[in-house]
């Protein structure tokens, strides 16, 4: 089993930054795919930023250009920095890892971040 322990993330202004890091343990190395995931009350979880271990990232267009994804193979962490932000953005963030293509996700406890206007 992949466990998955966030930390960073807490309360900013409007155009202000934050950073989440992610490290994972109990899993192979490297993880084949880690990233993020976020879900604001009322809406859906939906995906932020993933980086695979093939160099493929889904990065959406609501947050593309304003947040990076960074991850550390040897490690197993990822990193997400985040730039520009907007209330919309406000949302409970998931850490997520997959330990190989197909695989079931795993999901950390999640850190709240909060956006003030």
């Known amino acids: 089993q992949v466990q998955l322990v966030e930390s960073g993330g807490g309360l900013a202004q409007s155009g202000g930054s934050l950073t989440l890091s992610c490290q994972a343990s109990g899993s192979p190395n490297p993880l084949f795919r880690m990233g993020w995931f976020r879900q604001a009350p009322g809406r859906s979880r939906e995906v932020v930023a993933t980086l695979t271990t093939d160099d493929f990232a889904d990065i959406p267009f609501s947050v593309r250009g304003r947040f990076t994804i960074s991850r550390d193979f040897a490690k197993n962490s990822v990193t997400l920095r985040m730039n520009s932000l907007k209330p919309d953005d406000s949302a409970v963030y998931y850490c997520?890892?997959?330990?190989?293509?197909?695989?079931?996700?795993?999901w950390g406890r999640g850190t709240q971040v909060t956006v003030s206007p």
């Open positions: 997520n890892a997959r330990r190989w293509l197909g695989d079931s996700d795993f």
